[in-house]
């Protein structure tokens, strides 16, 4: 059951890898495959059932390009 | 409205609290000390504020800083110090801020000496720092006329988002003379719509700037100065001359130098010759006009700088080679005499052709 | 659903320039936060420097001016003065704080001016490509000191928080890193903190802000802040210097 919820603007993502490094559920994941218009490759959530909503993705995301929900278990 | 006996300087930073001035933001250097004490004085009277900064590269950039917030502020220094604050000058002429600089000239290059001199007249008018931009640079010649023009600096300087320059020497600055202080009333000015003061949550976010790193807007942005300068040419020019048009020579000099001149054109007019004079008011919009009124009678120009000569060069310009252009001038602090200057019109008025 | 984390009222829309993993998005984001939070973002009006951060009055939501290279607490001294009642702070880098800008940042702590400054010290010259900074490492290379900083020629970093809590007028002075997660949090309540200095109007407030610029380390944005851990927070030891409760005793 998911906590959490991460959403991604992917064009505002410049694929630095730092939300990858600070995810304690190792749920994050670069693309390897779909370059945005900025000609970056994004950082996609691969299980967000695994979310547990700590925040440190979005905290560390210097373009706040990351937001991220607590989920109240009716979700 | 009385008189008091004032010294320049004392009667410069009177004036600017007359004005509506509020911020002062200066450091001290010999001859204008006067200026930052008495505003020191002054300031704190009548709610303004003054500080004494660390250097005067700071003092411009705290002017800057009041400038952004549309306040009327101003500073002032010496020649070694204007040269400190040209790269602030030309940032506040490239965000197009308006302030007053006052500027009480003494001799140089370099650290030079402490009596006046009139050397600065390249940085004032051709600008110091970097980049195309202009400022109204006022040359008052009487404690009474720098008092008047401080009121036109503030305004002039408010009216096109300019910085304005008040260039006085150090016989200016230290002589006492009667002065009046007028009651002025500035015109309205429209709200400025690019003051910065805190959005207030209520407006977007405004920015002040003069960095633009995309060439066709920062052409842009220049042309617009440059049509700002066109407009302050067309319309802000001040002069005074007399006897142009019967005259065998004409004499050009400003500021305290034109007074000196005036005594020498007595002593040649008292011999019979016709001698006229240009004095410009504002350097830079520089009184072109008034050199076509010379007339044909007229043998040659005599240009008197407290320099090695640098007015000279837009006398050149406005004469446009119909006239041959003399000069005489003292520096490193010797000031000109009048005996000297007479020597010169007679010369000129005398012998046809001489070259300089 | 409860939101953890959305990007901040106290920035614009536009998109940063900054390079990927540069520290300057993180620190515009907690210096928003901040003011957002304090709810002094209305009366806020910030001072940017000249270095990458030269565009910042394009991502703060609040009005913001240029400034001369090193200027910048002159210039936020002149508005200051003008707005007593209003929040002023200027952001600077190692160039523009620690090199051409010493004299004015030392003068407007010794004056007790109440601005905060935010200084992002990433041990190089960012913008102008990598040149040597004063807080560049003894021996860490730079485009200026191709053998590495020359201790015999340029002497040891500068400690711009020891240096300036040395003076009176300086009431809150703290170095923090954006290194992790942890250690951003952390450094949002010094800013929080610095910028409560100012509100209170109790005197000068600072942070330094230890940050990576990866482009010029020529590391990865995760490896560059492992190099920060490494070479940078043991010489620039993290933690405050100076806070009003210690001064007013």
Redesign the interface.
Known sequence: MAKGKVVVDIEICKGCELCTDVCPVKILVMEKNLLNQSGYLPVKVVDMDKCIACGNCAVVCPDSAISVYKLDGQE | MSKVLMKGNEAIAESAIRAGCR?F?GYPITPQNEIPEYLSRAMPEVGG?F?Q???E???I?????????G?R?MTSSSSPGISLKQ??IS?IAG?RLPCVVVNIMRAGPGLGGILPGQADYFQATRGGGNGDYRHIVYAPSTVQEAADLMYEAFDKAEKYRVPVMLLGDGMLGQMMEPVEFKDHISPDFPEKEWA???????RE???????DVNPVTLEEHNRLLASVYEEITREEVRQEYFDLEQAEVVAVAYGTTARIVREAIGICRSEGLRVGMIRPVTLWPYPEAAFELIGKSCKGILCVEMSLGQMIDDVKIAVKGRQPVFFHGRTGGMVPEADDIANEIRRIAGACGRSE | MKTVYERSKGL?SNPMHYCPGCSHGTIHKLIAEALVELDV?????G??PVGCA?FA??Y?????????HG?PP??????????PG?IVFTYQGDGDLAAIGT??II?AAHRGEKITTIFVNNATYGMTGGQLAPTTLVNQVATTAPGGRDESSYGKPIKMCELLATIDGARFIERVAVDTPTNIRKAKKAIINAFKCQINRIGFSMVEVLSSCPTNLKLSPVDSLKWLQKNMIPYYPLGNFRKPAEVMG
């Open positions: 911020y933001f504020v500080l900064a660390e250097s590269i700071a003092a950039n705290m002017v800057f800083g009041a400038a952004v917030t306040a502020v790269e602030g940032y965000a910065l003061n805190g959005t207030g949550n209520r976010p405004r920015k002040i700037y003069s960095l | 614009q973002l209305g009366d806020t009006i001072v940017a030269v009055y394009n703060f939501n609040c009005d913001i001016t240029e400034a001369a200027r002159a210039v936020a001294t002149g508005i200051k003065r003008v707005f209003k004299s004015e003068h």
